[in-house]
Nanobody
Framework: VQLQASGGGLVQAGGSLRLSCAASGNIFRLNVMGWYRQAPGKQRELVATMTTGGTTDYADAVKDRFTISRDNAKRTVYLQMNSLRPEDTAVYYC?????????WGQGTLVTVSS
């Protein structure tokens, strides 16, 4: 299983970014895709996940600002990030969990300037 993320970059506070992540390889159709992030000096934390059936889970810190979506036919998950804050600065990692095994993408850096 491979994950290819894109869409990170530098944005001013209050701005928006959209991350994308495409999965390839032997992927069972029932899975959970999502995003985690890791800020400098901090542990990796959940941002948002979404099941094949559309059930979502969000970290409290991003609720009402971030929206996760996915295109199952394209095996792609998206993260629309609005009203970005400096504290959202982190490396964002795409992940997919398939039959109990979790796989990670290479990470994409999001920097929010104040």
């Amino acid at each position: 299983v491979q994950l290819q993320a894109s869409g990170g970059g530098l944005v001013q506070a209050g701005g928006s970014l959209r991350l994308s992540c495409a999965a390839s390889g032997n992927i069972f159709r029932l899975n959970v895709m999502g995003w985690y992030r890791q800020a400098p000096g901090k542990q990796r934390e959940l941002v948002a996940t979404m099941t094949t059936g559309g059930t979502t889970d969000y970290a409290d810190a991003v609720k009402d600002r971030f929206t996760i979506s996915r295109d199952n036919a394209k095996r792609t998950v998206y993260l629309q990030m609005n009203s970005l804050r400096p504290e959202d600065t982190a490396v964002y990692y795409c992940t997919i969990t398939v039959v109990g095994s979790q796989y990670w993408g290479q990470g994409t850096l999001v920097t929010v300037s104040s």
